[in-house]
């Protein structure tokens, strides 16, 4: 069965940086996109990165542009966001989701604070 499994999260200063990664299994990784969410307290879940089957192309939320880098590495199953430069703003849960046939499939979450 499809597992996506997030970690790198934590605790990290204003200005700091975190690179989370999401170790997917029971499917073709290397055949479908990839994406980051993330969700804050109170809010609605939102899109944060997407990055297509063979990492050759990459989208990005207007508030994490020039400040996050989705890759993924193929070889190892496993999609990654750097994030740099985090503001409070950015603290949430961070999911990484999959899509396969109109199912969406999703892993537990990674929590990232940014505070000081």
């Known amino acids: 069965q499809v597992q996506l499994v997030e970690s790198g999260g934590g605790l990290v200063q204003p200005g700091g940086s975190l690179r989370l990664s999401c170790v997917a299994s029971g499917f073709t990784f290397s055949s479908y996109g990839m994406s980051w969410y993330r969700q804050a307290p109170g809010k609605e879940r939102e899109l944060v990165a997407t990055?297509?089957?063979?990492?050759?192309?990459?989208n990005y939320a207007d508030s994490v542009k020039g400040r996050c880098t989705i890759s993924r590495d193929n070889a190892k199953n496993t999609v990654y966001l750097q994030m740099n430069s985090l503001k409070p703003e950015d603290t949430a849960v961070y999911y990484c989701?999959?899509?396969?046939?109109?199912?969406?499939?999703w892993g537990q979450g990674t929590q990232v604070t940014v505070s000081s």
């Open positions: 990055i297509t089957p063979s990492g050759g192309s990459t």
């Open positions: 989701k999959l899509m396969i046939g109109g199912r969406m499939y």
